[in-house]
T-cell receptor
Framework: AQSVTQPDIHITVSEGASLELRCNYS??????LFWYVQSPGQGLQLLLK??????LVQGIKGFEAEFKRSQSSFNLRKPSVHWSDAAEYFC???????????FGSGTRLLVRP | EPEVTQTPSHQVTQMGQEVILRCVPI?????FYWYRQILGQKVEFLVS????????KSEIFDDQFSVERPDGSNFTLKIRSTKLEDSAMYFC???????????FGQGTRLTVV
């Protein structure tokens, strides 16, 4: 069965610092991978997605993620965090055989001024 | 930019009452979903809907739940007899292709008292 693990419940970074949020997935074939962001009281906004091809994908708001098959990982990165990036970030996996998304438990990002 | 619209944003209902949560997916999208997020927990898949029928449902989506696309624009989730444990944020989502990464609405916070 598919599953997603986000090992960090909370991460705090200083504004301007770099960010990496971890995501590991479990799935037998090549997965479809997504990162979503949820600001307080808001819905889920799609940041980026990986289906195939180039393993480094660019998303909105300056985010990028790298698919590493050997590590079953899809970590989200940003070179310089802004205060407005404070939110909860969810990694999700989907598959050809099912269009549902399986979400990780989320990582809450706090940004220090 | 087109978006998924959900109404109401917040609904309070008494245990045992029926509720209908409403969604207007993005107009050219063909796949529709409901997810829920119990406070402090991960986002969970409930049901997917395509071509006027349920294509997949989770164990959570029991006989108390139903979905309908009554016209060309709305997509509804009905809970027949609400329980306290149905209290959650319910998200509607849609996409043009099943694997494309879903666009989520802002959610309806359902509180069962």
């Amino acid at each position: 069965a598919q599953s997603v693990t986000q090992p960090d419940i909370h991460i705090t970074v200083s504004e301007g610092a770099s960010l990496e949020l971890r995501c590991n997935y479990s799935y037998g074939a090549t997965p479809y991978l997504f990162w979503y962001v949820q600001s307080p009281g808001q819905g889920l906004q799609l940041l980026l997605k990986y289906f195939s091809g180039d393993t480094l994908v660019q998303g909105i708001k300056g985010f990028e993620a790298e698919f590493k098959r050997s590590q079953s990982s899809f970590n989200l990165r940003k070179p310089s965090v802004h205060w407005s990036d404070a939110a909860e970030y969810f990694c999700a996996v989907g598959a050809d055989s099912s269009y549902k998304l399986i979400f990780g438990s989320g990582t809450r990002l706090l940004v220090r001024p | 930019e087109p978006e998924v619209t959900q109404t109401p944003s917040h609904q309070v209902t008494q245990m045992g009452q029926e509720v209908i949560l409403r969604c207007v997916p993005i107009s050219n999208h063909l796949y529709f979903y409901w997810y829920r997020q119990i406070l402090g927990q991960k986002v969970e898949f409930l049901v997917s809907f395509y071509n006027n029928e349920i294509s997949e449902k989770s164990e959570i989506f029991d006989d108390q739940f139903s979905v309908e696309r009554p016209d060309g624009s709305n997509f509804t989730l009905k809970i027949r007899s609400t329980k306290l444990e149905d209290s959650a944020m319910y998200f509607c989502a849609s996409n043009v292709q099943g694997t494309a990464g879903a666009f989520f609405g802002q959610g309806t916070r359902l509180t069962v008292v």
